[in-house]
């Protein structure tokens, strides 16, 4: 990992006498995407806010590019290289262009390259026919988009995001999510987002922090976390599909061939091949039995190796090595039966449309983050 | 009706003869009602951009005693002011009794609470998070204030249209510390109490219309700035 661009120290945040938020450490290398989730009052806005350097915090330190932020002179002068993202837009009683330009002149830009910023803004996010068009009359996704268009306009070097899509329906939130997901990839904009939603992180994030009653519960990388959760609770909130990053080996018919960890999986989505996506499995969907089953309609039936197993409530958690990871739950009947424990090997069964593709990556480039 | 008519009639008559004496008391009333409402406006938006962005013990006290202040009956503030005043009272070193400082200085205190109040509501209806928002755009406290300022203007020239209304269309006040002597603090409306317990109704409708007449025109030079460049 790289020189840490932020670094969060013994942080402690009390409101009204009590302790709403307590973070041991946390650091950020530059180009992470953390995302904090976690349910409503898990501490995640507060974290944002105390990152933002707007809301000092009670004791702990907080470190950006190795410098603490402990004056009020220090937290100015980095309110200029951070820039926040709420819930709702949050735009002035202005035009569009208005609004991105408000924000560039706080930070001294004027002229002909105030007007080239509000320009290169409102074209990242598809906004450029709307600049002359009133904040107030905007829909939720374009005023978002605004708003997004209005930080990002500023360039900022860590770009704070407290759950800026949950007011959106379901396609405009996907389209959005989307082209934040592209800008902050060319960009290279580390950032931070707040959600409550696992698939909004696993579409944006590389790093994961489960939070709960102001503590996080598990942080590290993307799959790591979502993969492997430490416990029952970050496993309700994000243990809920392994995450796969695969390479289309080839495309037809709504169907993908993947490789992955040496292995060919199939699944049902639209890519080109060559290129990375980053796939999920859902344990339910996920059987396992002693020998591949000829008669089965499962297209998919890789071999593999029980790595761990985790007593979860009436159920097993069953975490296999396949290549790649994958996990399922298996009731106790079923333990005993197939005599799962760490060593033996089984097949793991499920059928392409289970795989569903979560991302995809760039023609050729990298696999997709995590 | 023929009263009202006749008094339509002399008003113009006398705004087209730009009767010096009438003249004198239209400019004077402008001048005094416009400096103490640019004084409210400073002394009043002061107090609610620090009422609205500090969080303090007894918080919800000010906020009353604010909204309380906004419906000062003119008169009594006459009257305290007065006794201030006085010769012999404390500030009667100063010797302003009876001139248009005086006056100023009373319709100051009638239109600060007014300004403050109706202020502190406008800026308390902003979205809580807005100054977080502008923050962290990298704003200063002072950018900060200034654009909460800038999003909350309609209401905030609203607040300085009700404190301007107020103070122009006063008399207790105005009699109390000014005493509307002739030639130095006979206002419009001072002038039209006069005339009309004289009996000179068609001067006091006069008098009326002309006060009408600067009220509008106020209230209609602060509404275009009000609306001016909102986009639509």
Same mark, same amino acid.
């Given at each position: ?15 009204? @006498? ?51 932020? +402990? ?9 200029? /290289? ?25 930070? !001294? ?13 409102? +074209? ?11 904040? *107030? ?5 374009? !005023? ?5 268009? /209005?930080?990002?306009?500023? /360039? ?21 999510? +989307?082209?934040?997901?592209? %800008? ?29 009653? !102001?503590?996080? /519960? ?28 695969? *390479? ?31 796939? @999920? %499995? ?10 591949? +089953? ?15 197993? %985790? ?5 097993? *958690? ?46 050729? @480039? ?5 | ?18 009767? =010096? ?30 009422? &609205? ?20 009956? =003119? ?35 009638? &239109? ?15 979205? =809580? ?29 609203? &607040? ?70 909102? =986009?639509?």
């Amino acid at each position: 990992m790289s020189a840490p661009l932020l670094e969060v120290q013994d942080l402690l945040v009390r409101r009204g @006498g009590a302790t709403v938020l307590e973070v041991s450490a946390l650091a950020l290398a530059p180009g992470d995407v953390l995302a904090l989730i976690g349910p409503n009052g898990a501490g995640k806005s507060t974290l944002l806010l105390t990152l933002a350097a707007l809301l000092p915090p009670a004791a702990g330190t907080v470190r950006f590019q190795g410098e603490a932020l +402990d004056s009020e002179r220090r937290r100015q002068a980095f309110r200029r /290289r951070v820039t926040m993202v709420f819930q709702e837009p949050l735009l002035f009683d202005n035009t569009v262009g208005g609004n991105i330009a408000t924000g560039l002149r706080l930070h !001294g830009v004027s002229g002909a390259e105030l007007t080239h910023r509000v320009r290169e803004a409102a +074209d990242q996010f598809g906004i450029a026919h709307l600049l002359d068009r009133s904040a *107030r009359r905007l829909s939720g996704g374009e !005023g978002q988009r605004a708003a997004l268009a /209005r930080a990002l306009a500023l /360039r900022p070097e860590l770009l704070l995001l407290d759950e800026p899509f949950s007011a959106l329906d379901p396609p405009t939130r996907s389209g959005l999510m +989307d082209d934040l997901g592209r %800008i902050l990839a060319d960009t290279g904009t580390t950032a931070v987002l707040a959600t409550h939603d696992q698939a909004e992180a696993a579409r944006l994030a590389t790093r994961l922090a489960v939070m709960k009653d !102001g503590r996080i /519960r598990q942080e590290g990388g993307l799959r790591q976390v979502m993969n492997h959760p430490g416990d029952p609770f970050v496993a309700a909130f994000v243990g809920m599909e392994s995450l796969l990053p695969c *390479r289309v080996v080839s495309a037809a018919e709504g169907l993908l061939t993947l490789a992955v960890g040496g292995q060919e999986i199939i699944a049902v989505g639209e890519a080109e091949p060559g290129q990375g996506v980053l796939v @999920g %499995i859902r344990p339910e969907h996920v059987t396992l039995s002693l020998q591949t +089953d000829k008669t089965s309609s499962a297209r998919n039936q890789v071999p593999g190796t029980v790595t761990k197993v %985790i007593p979860w409530g009436p159920f097993h *958690r069953v975490e296999l090595s396949c290549g790649f990871d994958l996990c399922t739950w298996v009731t106790p009947q079923s333990l005993a039966e197939l005599a799962l424990a760490p060593g033996r090997p089984v097949v793991a069964a499920f059928k392409a449309t289970a795989v569903h593709v979560i991302r995809t990556g760039s023609q050729g @480039g990298p696999e997709p983050l995590a | 009706m023929d009263l009202i008519w006749e008094g339509l009639r002399q008003a113009l008559a006398l705004l087209l003869a730009l009767d =010096p004496e009438v003249l004198g008391i239209t400019l004077l009333s402008l001048k005094v009602s416009g400096i103490a409402t640019l004084i409210s406006v400073v002394l009043g938006l002061g107090a609610a951009v620090a009422v &609205a962005l500090n969080e303090f013990p007894g918080k919800r006290v000010v906020i009353a005693l604010m909204n309380t202040g906004m419906g000062l009956p =003119p008169v009594v503030v006459g009257l305290f002011v007065t006794v201030l005043l006085w010769r012999n009272g404390p500030f009667g070193f100063l010797g302003i009794l009876y001139t248009p400082a005086a006056i100023i200085l009373a319709q100051a205190v009638i &239109a600060t609470p007014i300004i403050a109040g109706l202020g502190l509501a406008a800026l308390q209806h902003l979205p =809580p998070a807005l100054r977080l928002q502008i923050l962290s755009l990298g704003a200063t406290r002072s950018q900060m204030i200034w654009l909460l300022l800038k999003e909350a203007r309609l209401p905030l020239l609203a &607040a300085v249209m009700a404190g301007f209304g107020g103070v122009i269309s006063e008399v207790g006040a105005s009699i109390m510390v000014g005493g509307n002597l002739k030639g130095s603090t006979r206002v419009l409306t001072t002038a039209t109490v006069m005339e009309s317990s004289r009996g000179n109704f068609e001067v006091a409708f006069a008098l009326s219309f002309i006060l009408l007449v600067l009220a509008f025109s106020v209230n209609a030079l602060l509404t275009h700035l009000q609306q001016r460049g909102r =986009p639509r």
